[in-house]
């Protein structure tokens, strides 16, 4: 069984692609109200973004209590860059057999503007291909450590990471804008639970995962943080899946 949590869909995606590819099944823990039946699991997976050289505190927080099993098991991370020593932290938590990253289009459109259109599909395509190798690995149960961890990977996933879930995490540059109809997608969209309507405009709890799936996912594009993401391009990965690998 193949654990996941997504923002705008890239572990979502990886999740549901490497369970069809070994046979297996995935579940997105934010929507896991009890957990299934592991006795007779071959394997347990873990997907999931990384955050500012990080695992998301969702997907910590599950592991820390999940049972621990003999069974084979394996994470994938998915970043758009450097992975850091993200993989060797979660494996702490629950230890990995194989760890991997893979490379992804950029989500955190806070930091910079997507990718082009067609570096995405060429990225998506890249992932595709080097799904089919890590399968292979996993069906075999080969251990493997396959991520890029980058310059400076201690630094950037104790310092930088402490940081950003210390200080980058509020939620007080959100805001909605004239385009916004509440609609409400954004409320019941939030893993966090850290959005809610008043007077038909979205409010933001004071702090939330910062997975960005509330302002790249809005139908209006009517959500900005500060002024940091006005103009900028929105990025879900649905919009580049062909019908059968829609999640």
């Given at each position: 069984m193949i654990f996941y949590f997504s923002g705008t869909g890239n572990?979502?995606?990886v999740a549901r692609q490497m369970a069809r590819l070994t046979g297996d099944a995935a579940y997105d823990i934010v929507n896991l109200e009890e957990l299934p039946n592991m006795d007779n699991a071959k394997q347990i997976g873990f997907v999931f973004p990384v955050y500012a050289w990080g695992a998301p505190e969702f997907i910590v927080d599950f592991a820390k209590k999940l049972p621990k099993s003999q069974?084979?098991?394996f994470g994938i991370c998915t970043c758009g860059g450097d992975a850091g020593l993200t993989m060797k932290q979660f494996s702490k938590l629950y230890p990995l057999s194989s760890s991997y990253?893979?490379?992804m289009p950029n989500n955190y459109i806070i930091?910079?503007?997507t990718d082009t259109e067609a570096e995405i599909l060429q990225t998506i395509t890249s992932a595709r291909a080097e799904l089919e190798r890590m399968a292979q690995e996993i069906r075999r149960q080969e251990r493997v450590y396959r991520v890029h961890e980058g310059a400076l990977a201690g630094v950037k996933s104790y310092l930088a990471n402490f940081g950003f879930n210390k200080f980058a995490r509020s939620t007080k540059p959100f805001f909605s804008g004239n385009s916004c109809n509440g609609?409400?997608?954004?409320?019941r969209n939030c893993p966090a639970?850290?959005?809610?309507?008043r007077d038909r405009k979205p409010v933001w709890a004071s702090q939330c995962f910062q997975c960005l799936r509330c302002i790249n996912e809005c139908p209006q594009q009517a959500i900005q943080y500060g002024t940091s993401t006005a103009g900028r391009r929105r990025y879900t990965i649905r919009a580049y899946l062909p019908q059968d690998e829609q999640i």
């Open positions: 572990s979502a995606w069974v084979f098991t990253s893979l490379l930091g910079s503007d609609c409400g997608q954004c409320v639970s850290a959005i809610s309507l």
